[in-house]
């Protein structure tokens, strides 16, 4: 907890002035400074990346953020938006040296709206994905994407990061969920785009630009988003298969019999058994070993139409018959769908359980996803003999979390300071080469840069660098976030 | 045709570099300055938008398109980006002064590859739309979208605009069915992003920023395009409601039922009267006269589904009994389906043939767009006596064609210079204090320029501003549209 003793004694005069001029404003419960209360907001959830600031600045309203970037910017002073603190990349993390205030969206927490009609809610940066979950299951609705941080993380976080999770395969990231963005630009003006327009083509499109911009260009205060009927049956099947290509062959048997696939995650043999080993408590859903397994669920929210399970085992039966599937089963109760589930989402924990391994958030074309999870751990093993390299998760998205374990018996730390660098360069080299993103859902944030700046293309490169630079030119919005250019921020 | 009568003569300095550097790196085939061969190109397809222009420069590849842009930027020309120039806007007309080059895409209309599986085809950008359309069928699949112009529209200035047309409401915009962008930037590098990513969170979506920008941030020069599987059934219904409100209220039916409502367009029963007027061998499709109609088409790839006619007979039965739908009926046959299809694509024309009116393509939240119908139209017809308002078209996008038509007996140019630009504004005035957009589906271009700016926000604007010029600072795509600072090309 070294880097949590950062006080008002050590941060700038400006920043002393931004500070008393929110206070002034906004008053004191808008200000924290004690370095008790700002610690624990310091370091990402992982524990990874280590920041200090003098402030964290917690406006209530879009007008108060509007005035705290008016503050930040009259005196110069950078600010790093934090919602949940939730970031896998380290995207909320206030810079080491203390340049940067806080500016945190916690308060401002209201659902302004639900409209079950129209299928819209209108809500703030700061609602955390679980209330909007549950005031929008209150009027028989459903907002769809859900992931594992759906306790802490925030709306505006979920949008500025264009977050992903299980149920992107037939409903979209956020960015296919979100429906209207109010914003504020970093000299404190006001973007109000909250108007649900389906039809809308008055120029460039300010919301997709502020959406996965990781607070780079802007604050998002506010967000309208999608709501669909709430769920009235599901079904969770478990299918064993001989490859991903046939576990994608599946897939697009699901896809042409129904749209109600939601989730189809494919789990290698050997990490369900890792999961078996060093997860209590859990079993394998199928009698025999299979070298690789799909966990599928398909959901309706009409009651009128085929239900899920039966469309669940009309299908794999009949990719048992035509010799694609090898065994399958169907959850007979809700118990038994959370304990499929339980396997799914133990796979990283196993993994870490089993010693040391670098992770990879990465995505191809779908098509080309079977074959490259093939060949790009067989090559990964070749280039660092000893290593385990395996694929696992969102088939259907074409997104694959990309393990690479350490040879038995190596020092951790001294793998991970030395080894691990090289193998991840690796893998994004051949994630590059099939045309992929070497981040699919998680974002850049400090954790990526570096490889961004490496692996994008100089024209790609340039327009970011351009875009960034026309919209925040003084680089005051979350510096040391995403591109290279807010790295140094300028003191007035 | 004054204004065809441009040629090399009147051209600068600067564009002759141009031209003949096109000329021999490309070939004679990719250049054009004969005044004759020019002339159709220089007048928008209405003929409201007349430009001037020393060349086309036609390339037929990416790398070709790239050499015309380098050498536009080292002589300082400005180009104006055509496909199809089925532009309702004047977007793809050049200035009037003469000052910029047109840049065709025309001869770039390969298919590269069609991928059924996947659902997926990477077009080119001069590609017509309906050759698309045929390709897809003959793969089994269907490319959506479609509109009026298909037959000269091509895929890049559909993308560059973010076309909409009738299938919005199931497939969305082309904003939706575009799942990578290849272009060529304003410096003349090559952006490619055609790998169709279902998640990547690589920085700021250039995809999305250069879709819809209408040709003033760079040259979309190929896109990767979504495929659905065809359309093994369609029925097509005419309902009488008594007001827009209850037409929502059975869209709303609908959509609950199933997915397969592609099309729902409302119609006023005073312009279907127009239409039985004017139009030779129309007739109504119900017995009775009703306040408003709607037209309904279901569709489906699945034969194992629902019919579509069942479902339609199904809902429309129960509304009819609850009182909803005062008389329906399912097309018979699919001449009665094109019938009924005849009669909304002849709207407009009716409304031309019975007088002067000015039309509006806006769009306003989907909720409040039936009380915006019946509210604007009276605040118009009450402001500027002896106008007739009516809205048609896209209730389920938001999006309708609001016309206005003029006093009877009115001098017809007496009244377009005179009365309906304030009509415009008056109109535009009540879009915006509804939330809504004064560009829905066709742009902005040169025609909606003025009334862009008078409109926006000043955070919006000075948005878009930056934009251009982070990504054009030398001002030289497509001069004059969209946004005024690239009104003034600088000369070098």
Redesign the interface.
């Known amino acids: 907890m070294m880097h949590a003793r950062s006080s008002t004694d050590n941060s700038t005069l400006a920043q002393q002035q931004a500070i008393r001029a929110v206070e002034a404003a906004l008053g004191p419960k808008a200000v924290t400074t004690d370095a008790q209360d700002i610690a624990p907001w310091l370091t990402d959830w992982r524990g990874r990346f280590h920041g200090r600031t003098a402030a964290i600045l917690s406006p209530d309203s879009v007008e108060g953020v509007a005035q705290v970037m008016r503050f930040a910017a009259e005196h110069g002073v950078p600010l790093v938006p934090q919602g949940g603190n939730t970031s896998m990349v380290g995207g909320a993390t206030p810079p080491a040296d203390g340049s940067a205030l806080i500016l945190s969206l916690r308060r401002m927490n209201r659902i302004r709206s639900i409209?079950p009609?129209?299928g819209?809610a209108v809500v703030e940066a700061g609602v955390i994905l679980a209330d909007l979950h549950a005031a929008a299951a209150a009027h028989g609705m459903r907002f769809p994407l859900t992931l594992g941080a759906r306790g802490s993380a925030t709306m505006g976080g979920l949008a500025s990061?264009?977050a992903?999770g299980t149920q992107?395969l037939r409903f979209g990231?956020m960015?296919g969920l979100v429906a209207g963005v109010e914003a504020v630009?970093p000299?404190g003006?006001?973007?109000?785009?909250?108007?649900?327009?389906?039809?809308?083509?008055?120029?460039?499109?300010?919301d997709?630009?502020l959406?996965?911009?990781?607070g780079t260009?802007g604050i998002i205060t506010a967000i309208t988003v999608c709501l669909y009927?709430a769920v009235v049956q599901r079904a969770v099947a478990w299918a064993g298969v001989p490859d991903p290509e046939t576990a994608l062959s599946l897939l697009?048997r699901l896809e042409?019999?129904s749209?109600s696939v939601e989730s189809f995650e494919i789990i290698p043999g050997d990490s369900l058994a890792l999961v078996l080993q060093h997860i209590p408590g859990t079993r394998a859903p199928l009698a025999g070993p299979h070298a690789w397994h799909v966990l599928i669920e398909a959901t309706t929210a009409?009651a009128?139409a085929e239900a899920p399970a039966v469309l669940l085992e009309r299908v794999l039966g009949a990719a048992i018959t035509d010799g694609l599937v090898a065994d399958a089963t169907i959850a007979a109760s809700e118990a038994q769908a959370e304990a499929f589930w339980r396997i799914r989402d133990s796979l990283s924990a196993a993994e870490r359980a089993s010693g040391p391994a670098v992770q990879h958030d990465i995505?191809?074309?779908?098509?080309t996803m079977p074959r490259f999870m093939i060949e790009a751990a067989a090559a990964a093993e070749a280039r660092f003999p000893g290593t385990h390299a395996t694929a696992f998760g969102?088939l259907g998205?074409?997104?694959v979390h990309f393990h690479v374990r350490a040879p038995a018996g190596v020092d951790a730390t001294r793998w991970y300071g030395e080894d691990a660098p090289g193998v991840t360069r690796f893998v994004h080299d051949l994630v590059v080469a099939a045309?992929?993103?070497?981040?699919?859902?998680?974002?850049?944030g400090q954790m990526k840069r570096a490889e961004?700046e490496r692996l994008?293309?100089?024209?790609?490169l340039?327009?970011?660098r351009?875009?960034?630079?026309?919209?925040d030119p003084q680089g005051l919005m979350n510096p040391g976030k995403?591109?290279g250019l807010a790295e140094t921020p300028r003191a007035p």
């Open positions: 409209d009609a129209a819209l990061t264009n992903g992107v990231t960015r630009l000299g003006e006001v973007f109000d785009g909250l108007a649900a327009l389906k039809k809308d083509n008055r120029g460039y499109d300010l997709h630009l959406i996965g911009a990781e260009l009927p697009r042409r019999a749209d009409n009128a995505s191809v074309p779908v098509a969102h998205d074409g997104n045309g992929g993103s070497i981040s699919a859902e998680h974002g850049i961004l994008s293309s100089p024209a790609r340039a327009s970011l351009a875009i960034k630079a026309a919209l995403l591109l």
